[in-house]
Nanobody
Framework: QVQLVESGGGLVQPGGSLRLSCAASGFTFSNCPMMWYRQAPGKGRELVATITSTSGTTTYADSVKGRFAISRDNAKNTLYLQMNSLKPEDTAVYYC?????????WGQGTQVTVSS
């Protein structure tokens, strides 16, 4: 079955960096667009970044543009999110998501906390 497993979250000081990973299995990863979302306490889930399957074209939310970078390694079936210059408002649970054969799949999320 389709599985998405995020890792790499944690506590980091403002201005710091983290790299999130999303290990994918159970589907043809290289054929699927991938996304990162986040959900802060008391708020709805927000789209952070997307990457296409073949060309690797990326898009970003305005709030993270220039600080975050989404990438993928199709040989390793893994999605990444490099997060730099982190701010307290980046604190959230981060989720990866894909669409495979018209169904939507989410990972379980990884907590990122930006605090001094």
């Amino acid at each position: 079955q389709v599985q998405l497993v995020e890792s790499g979250g944690g506590l980091v000081q403002p201005g710091g960096s983290l790299r999130l990973s999303c290990a994918a299995s159970g589907f043809t990863f290289s054929n699927c667009p991938m996304m990162w979302y986040r959900q802060a306490p008391g708020k709805g889930r927000e789209l952070v970044a997307t990457i296409t399957s073949t060309s690797g074209t990326t898009t970003y939310a305005d709030s993270v543009k220039g600080r975050f970078a989404i990438s993928r390694d199709n040989a390793k079936n893994t999605l990444y999110l490099q997060m730099n210059s982190l701010k307290p408002e980046d604190t959230a649970v981060y989720y990866c998501k894909t669409i495979w054969r018209i169904a939507i799949y989410w990972g379980q999320g990884t907590q990122v906390t930006v605090s001094s």
